[in-house]
């Protein structure tokens, strides 16, 4: 229940949804030990910081795929609740 008596309804994300929002955490968190180096230098940056920058731009990639997920199962699912 929420405030003011409203009661309002959420719907559990599916586990394939969760996965894919886990993947960029995992890549930007768990990696650092494979890309902790300043070499090679792409685009004129250290690599370490190009894998960031890059994974700041899957992130979004990664979400909207979430949301496919999650889409596709609410039309599957006929938005019960």
Do not use: H
Not at 21 to 35: E, K, N, R, Y
Not at 58 to 65: F, G, H, K, Q, V
């Amino acid at each position: 229940m929420a405030c003011n008596g409203v009661k309002t309804l959420f719907k559990k994300p599916s586990f394939g949804a969760i996965l894919l929002a886990l993947v960029p955490f995992g890549a930007m968190c768990f990696s650092v030990s494979l890309w902790d180096r300043v070499q090679p230098m792409l685009f004129g940056i250290p690599f370490n910081l190009f894998w960031l920058i890059s994974w700041i731009a899957l992130s979004t990639m990664c979400m909207w795929a979430v949301y496919r997920v999650e889409a596709t199962r609410d039309k599957k699912g006929g938005e019960k609740r």
